[in-house]
C-alpha cells in the first residue's frame, strides 16, 4: 500500500475528509467542499452514461411539484412541465 493510500485510510478511519483531512460532513465520508465536487462529478458521469447534456437543469423535486401542479390547473395530460 502507498503512503497516500495508508494516509487516507487513516483519515476516513478518524472520520475526516480523505482528500484534505478536515472535518466530515455528518453521515458522509467527505467534508462539504469535496462532497459538492463528488456530486457533481458523479451527477457528470452518469449523464455522460445515459446520452443526457452535462448542462441540462436539474430536477429537483420542487420543479416536479410545480410541473405537476401547471398539468393539474390546464386539465391538459399532453401538456409538457415547464422543467
Ligand atoms: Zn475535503
Known amino acids: ?3 497516500q493510500r495508508e494516509w487516507q485510510k487513516k483519515k476516513r478511519a478518524q472520520g475526516l475528509c480523505p ?3 478536515q472535518k466530515s460532513k455528518e ?9 459538492e465536487m463528488r456530486k457533481v462529478y458523479t451527477r457528470n ?3 455522460k452514461k445515459k446520452g443526457i447534456p452535462l448542462d441540462a ?18 386539465g391538459d395530460k399532453a401538456a409538457k412541465p415547464l422543467i
Open 27 to 35: 453521515g458522509h465520508i467527505y467534508c462539504i467542499n469535496h462532497h
Open 57 to 74: 437543469p436539474l430536477r429537483t423535486r420542487a420543479s416536479k411539484n410545480i410541473a405537476n401542479k401547471s398539468i393539474q390547473a390546464t
Open 1 to 3: 500500500m502507498t503512503r
Open 19 to 21: 482528500i484534505c483531512g
Open 45 to 47: 458521469l452518469n449523464r
